[in-house]
């Protein structure tokens, strides 16, 4: 997506959104090079893509795949589509009313398969979308096939930090969130240990609902490197990896029945590989 930057008169008006597809990108660069460090030996794939000549959508994207030793399969893509969003796409979306059904949207979406069953499989997303008026989303979550207490406290420690500095409320709020959206009603159970998530958020302040949504973009590439250090070489036995197979199954389930971003990419006719990057290399049932 080299050079592709929504300008003001391509879409809603939104300075911001010059502003955040900056940030998506600078992020995406920072995350590469931390994860290539860790893995030792594994590339991301790059592969940039554009909306063919006459669709009624414009923009593309950046998708980057690595499938390394320490990261068995981690996709981190950033995206910026403006355009007249369909009939169903308007329902989806705040404000499309408003604005005509004209939107812009961008965002980072990560998700990391590891190896080791010991390493947590990771989520993080964080995206802006300008209709009628600019609205803010995101979040990050763990789903560890075995746990550790040590890593799921530190990742929710960092991830009130960012929230406190927002708003006092906002992890207590945005906690339930998560747990609530990252369950399985037919498994009746939550997909890992949670995170925080929120969606559709717009204060009034735009200013501040942007630096809070850097702030977790900020938190988790402090964090989740630090857990796959610690645990990236902890052996393993074939009982523990058959674990991790069939966790990643639930993981499937969730993001194929319930993710509204997946959803959201079927309603938007975004690129296939790139709102589908979440899916594991290897899974079970």
């Not at 981190?76 to 589509?81: E, G, I, L, P, T």
């Not at 059904?101 to 190896?115: D, E, K, N, Q, T």
Request: proline letters at 5%.
């Amino acid at each position: 997506m080299a050079g592709v930057v929504q300008k003001v008169e391509d879409g809603p008006e939104s300075g911001f959104m010059v502003q955040a597809v900056t940030y998506y990108q600078d992020l995406q660069e920072r995350i590469l090079q931390a994860f290539e460090s860790l893995d030792g030996g594994g590339t991301f794939e790059r592969t940039d893509w554009t909306r063919e000549p006459g669709h009624r959508l414009k923009g593309g994207g950046r998708m980057r795949v690595m499938r390394g030793k320490v990261f068995e399969k981690v996709g981190v893509n950033v995206s910026h589509v403006w355009g007249t969003a369909s009939e169903q796409g308007v329902a989806q979306m705040p404000g499309a009313k408003d604005s005509g059904g004209r939107f812009a949207a961008a965002g980072i979406s990560l998700v990391a398969h590891m190896a080791n069953p010991f390493v947590p499989i990771v989520h993080m997303n964080v995206r802006c979308m300008a209709t009628s008026k600019m609205w803010f989303g995101g979040g990050t979550d763990l789903t560890p096939t075995l746990p550790f207490g040590e890593d799921t406290q530190e990742f929710h420690d960092i991830l009130r930090k960012a929230c406190d500095a927002y708003r006092p409320d906002a992890y207590a709020k945005y906690k339930k969130w998560c747990d609530e959206y990252f369950y399985l009603p037919h498994r009746q159970e939550p997909r890992g240990v949670g995170g925080i998530f929120f969606d559709d958020l717009n204060s009034g302040d735009v200013e501040a609902d942007f630096a809070f949504q850097r702030s977790i973009g900020e938190a988790f590439l402090e964090i989740y490197p630090r857990i796959v250090r610690r645990r990236k070489d902890m052996p393993f036995t074939e009982a523990d990896r058959e674990k991790l197979l069939y966790k990643r199954g639930r993981y499937v389930e969730f993001n194929l029945v319930y993710d509204r971003g997946t959803k959201f990419g079927f309603a938007t006719d975004a690129n296939p590989e790139a709102y589908l990057m979440s899916m594991p290399p290897v899974v079970k049932w």
